[in-house]
């Protein structure tokens, strides 16, 4: 069992960057790869982007490359997402999550979720 907790939500005005935090429990972070994604109000949850196992690789939405970057740190069970040159359209609920597969851009192939973080980005 793994328990996720998201933090660093808040508002931030557009071109601003924020860095959102997921801390997991366990002692198994390292056998899972690690994935964000987010919901917007009235839309589809989707991915934003995942950091493989190891951290040696990562994966990015196309609405996200070159701003955005998702790396871990296996000493503290945490995943971030920092996220720079923010847009009024990234405003949504970001979640992280944990898979054990190596389909990382499929909400439905990730087993444990956080609850969620606001990032609201104000134009």
């Known amino acids: 069992q793994v328990q996720l907790v998201e933090s660093g939500g808040g508002l931030v005005q557009a071109g601003g960057s924020g860095r959102l935090s997921c801390a997991a429990s366990?002692?198994?972070?390292?056998?899972?790869?690690m994935g964000w994604f987010r919901q917007a109000p009235g839309k589809e949850r989707e991915f934003v982007a995942a950091?493989?196992?190891?951290?040696?690789?990562?994966y990015y939405a196309d609405s996200v490359k070159g701003r955005f970057t998702i790396s871990r740190d296996a000493a503290k069970n945490t995943v971030y997402l920092q996220m720079n040159s923010l847009k009024p359209e990234d405003t949504a609920v970001y979640y992280c999550?944990?898979?054990?597969?190596?389909?990382?851009?499929?909400?439905?192939?990730?087993?444990?979720w956080g609850q969620g973080t606001q990032v609201t980005v104000s134009s």
């Open positions: 999550a944990a898979t054990r597969t190596s389909i990382l851009k499929i909400a439905g192939r990730y087993d444990y």
């Open positions: 950091i493989s196992k190891s951290g040696g690789s990562t």
């Open positions: 366990g002692r198994t972070f390292s056998t899972y790869a």
